[in-house]
């Protein structure tokens, strides 16, 4: 564990909206302690791409931007919603009407409705919530990286770069 007090995650529009109404306001990150983990600046550690929220925030707003129709960074994106609010209807957070609602709306979203968000999370309120992703699981075997599954709207920020 890091002896950062800030953790950084970058989410889409669409996702973040979808657990603001949905969700009541609880949302799924998985996170990192360091923003921009290959900065000449952190020596410390080398989170790749794949799981660098700075990198992840510039590549998705490129395909946002471009209105990608077919970008593998939306489409890996809205899978991964349509995972979320399965998980969610099994857990019974919401019901059989909400998640078709949701896999509707994923359908007819278009990329501008992927654009980045930020989320910067204090670190005292999460210690707890904090979840280490397994090697099997990581962007690189030695990056430090974390998911919160059940995060309230209340304990960060989300911001646009």
Known sequence: MNNKDIYYSCVTLIAYEISQWFYNEIHYVW???YFDPPSRLNP????PPS???RALY??????VEALDLHSSRINTVRAGIQRGAASRLHQGMIGASQYREILKLI???QPANFKPLMLVIPGAPVTAMLNA????Q???LFSEEYIIE????????AIEL
Do not use: E, H, I, Q
């Open 31 to 33: 996170c990192t302690p």
């Open 44 to 47: 410390y550690n080398s989170v």
């Open 51 to 53: 799981s660098n929220p």
């Open 58 to 63: 510039w590549s998705l707003m490129k395909d």
């Open 107 to 109: 359908r007819l979203a």
């Open 133 to 136: 992703v397994t090697v099997a």
């Open 138 to 140: 990581r962007a690189s």
């Open 150 to 157: 059940s995060l309230p709207r209340n304990l960060f920020d």
